[in-house]
Every structure is written in C-alpha cells, then in structure tokens.
C-alpha cells in the first residue's frame, strides 16, 4: 500500500492531533504518501484533502482539537454517499483510511470497507464509550479538565455551605462521571448505566452526610441522568441545602492532552499505520491491558463494555 488517507470524525477529543502526527510520521517513514482529509467523512465525500509531509504535524502534540477538523455527516450515511466517498478514494489513490473517531466513525468504516477500501479505526472519544479498548483517546484528558473545574466550583461551595449539582458529558456512558467523581470526593455520583431512586440515593444520603457534621456537597450528575437544574431545585425543596448547577459543557472536549492522552494517541496512530503498510486489513485498534491490538471492525462494533460496578459501589462508600 503505497497512500492512505486519515480523517478525524464525530465529536472531537484532545489527542486526536498525536494520533494526526503519528500515522503521518509512521506512513513516511515507511515509504507512504498520507493524505490528510478535512471534515470527516463529508469532506471525503468531497475530496477536501490536503498531501501530508513530516513538518505538517510540527507543534500540534500539544494541541487540544484536531488540525484535519472533524464534521458530522448525514450524506455519508447513505450508500450513495458511501460510494461517492469510496469513489472519490479511488479517484485520489488513496488504497487505506485511517478513521479517527467513536462508534459511529467506525460504522462508517465499516460500510466503507463493504465498498472496497481498507480501513483501520482509533478510537477518540472523550466519552471512552467504546467497548473494545479500556481507555479511548481524549478520555483521559477529559476527566483530569473535569476535576480541575470541579475542584473550583466545590472552593466555592464549601464557603457558602451549599451543594452543587454538576454536570458532566456522557449520554449514554458513565465513566466521565465515576472517575471524575471518585477524583474530586464527590458525595453523589449518578450515572446512566446504574438507576437511582431520587429520594432513597439524593436525598437520604445527603441528610445523614449532615448529620455527620458535613456542610458542603458535590453531586456529579452525568448529563444523560437528568437535568442539573431541575435535580438542583428539588434538592433544595427537600433538604433545605442552599443548591446551584453547573453545567461544565464544552470546556470538557478541549485543552491540552494529557501525557496518557499523547501516549496512546501517538501507539495507536503507529500500530494502525503499520497494520495499512504490512498486513493491509480492515480493523479497529484498542488497549487491553496495556497493549496495543486490533479486532476486526464487525466484531469491535458488538462488543459490550459494562461499567464498574464495584467501583461505582466504592465510590459512594468513601464519599460520605
Ligand atoms: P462521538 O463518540 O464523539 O459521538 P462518533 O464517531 O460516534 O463520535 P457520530 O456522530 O455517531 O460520532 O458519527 C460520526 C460520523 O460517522 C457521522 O456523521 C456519519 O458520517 C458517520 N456514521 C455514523 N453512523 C454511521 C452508519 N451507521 N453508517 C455509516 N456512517 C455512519
């Protein structure tokens, strides 16, 4: 395989820019053209790319965002779209393609391989939502960014002696939530993959935490478990606890990556790389246990990844 392209796609995660730079450095210095794709898999569809060299990626190791840009794109899910997009692979030489991006990047991978073209997905999500890898891209700096505005909000919360309901990103996916919990000692964490009884799980441990002498709290809302403002006021209505929200938003998906984030973006970027040089197969890679390796996409797609219950159970023992 002599070109390949690389595309970041759905939701953007800090790290995707190491992962830019090592697919780039590994092509090259393996005998490789790489074209680098703007906005996803629209601007594949569109032939919006840009012919990659070793200085192209100087400087962005540090980057939050991804240089190549990321977009969400409906026309591509269509099979028209896809070959239109296989097509235009074809027309600019481009033989593998290397998808950076969640769950919905990699199913459209996956129908792009159906239409001939050889793709390797990395995972880079904030949400580590993907089940075939512990830890995905972006995650790791995330949850650090997470703790550090919580930290600030719970300075402020402690001088007035109220509680802060604080939401965090994960739709469907708790693990922002659990380990950024578990970091800053937040005293109720709900997440999407555990069901809670408001007054049995909020309220009550909220009154025996005063009972023992405790002024201040953090509940960590994940923002697929309800409204932070609505669950703010009925705390308020039933312990009397004066309670604001926080709603941290998009400040989550940028900043600096972390040196785990750099890490892994830059072994995974050079493992996916090396798969398109030498074994020239279709795959997401991932890290289990540490190590770096690969399932075919069909079955990296099944995959289930179950929260830690044992660790959401830890979580709320200690934080009383
Ligand atoms: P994040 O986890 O950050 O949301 P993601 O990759 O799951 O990332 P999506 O918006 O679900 O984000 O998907 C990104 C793009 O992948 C979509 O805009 C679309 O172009 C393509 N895509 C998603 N699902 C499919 C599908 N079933 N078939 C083909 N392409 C798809």
């Known amino acids: 395989m002599r070109t390949i392209g690389v595309l970041t796609s759905g939701g953007d995660a800090p790290g995707m820019n190491a992962a830019i730079r090592a697919v780039v450095r590994t092509a090259i210095e393996n005998n490789m053209h790489v074209l680098g794709v703007n906005n996803g898999f629209e601007g594949l569809m569109m032939g919006d790319v840009v012919e990659m060299n070793l200085r192209s990626v100087s400087n962005i190791i540090n980057r939050g965002g991804t240089i190549l840009h990321s977009a969400r794109s409906e026309g591509f899910k269509t099979e028209a779209g896809q070959k239109k997009a296989a097509d235009m692979c074809k027309a600019l030489g481009i033989e593998g393609l290397i998808v950076i991006g969640g769950d919905g990047s990699f199913r459209g991978a996956q129908a792009l391989a159906k239409q001939g073209i050889v793709c390797v997905g990395i995972p880079g999500t904030i949400d580590n939502d993907i089940a075939c890898t512990d830890n995905t891209i972006g995650f790791d700096t995330a949850i650090n960014t997470v703790m550090e505005m919580v930290d600030k909000v719970r300075d402020t919360t402690e001088s007035h002696s109220r509680c802060s309901v604080i939401e965090v990103m994960g739709r469907g996916a708790g693990y922002i939530a659990l380990y950024s919990g578990i970091a800053t000692g937040a005293t109720i964490i709900l997440v999407p993959e555990v069901s809670y009884d408001f007054d049995k799980d909020v309220v009550d441990v909220m009154k025996r935490t005063v009972a023992t002498g405790k002024r201040h709290f953090v509940v ?64 997401v890679v991932a890290e289990k246990a540490g190590t770096i390796v690969d399932y075919p996409i069909d079955i990296a797609l099944e995959m289930k990844k179950e929260l830690d219950i044992d660790m959401y159970r830890m979580a709320h023992e200690i934080s009383i």
């Open 220 to 283: 960590i809302l994940a923002e697929g478990c309800g409204d932070a403002e609505k669950m703010a006021k009925k705390i308020e209505e039933q312990t009397g606890i004066e309670t604001r929200a926080t709603i941290l938003g998009h400040v989550q998906r940028g900043g600096s990556p972390t040196v785990r984030d750099r890490v892994l973006a830059s072994r995974m970027g050079n493992y996916a790389t090396r798969i398109l040089r030498y074994d020239n197969k279709s795959c």
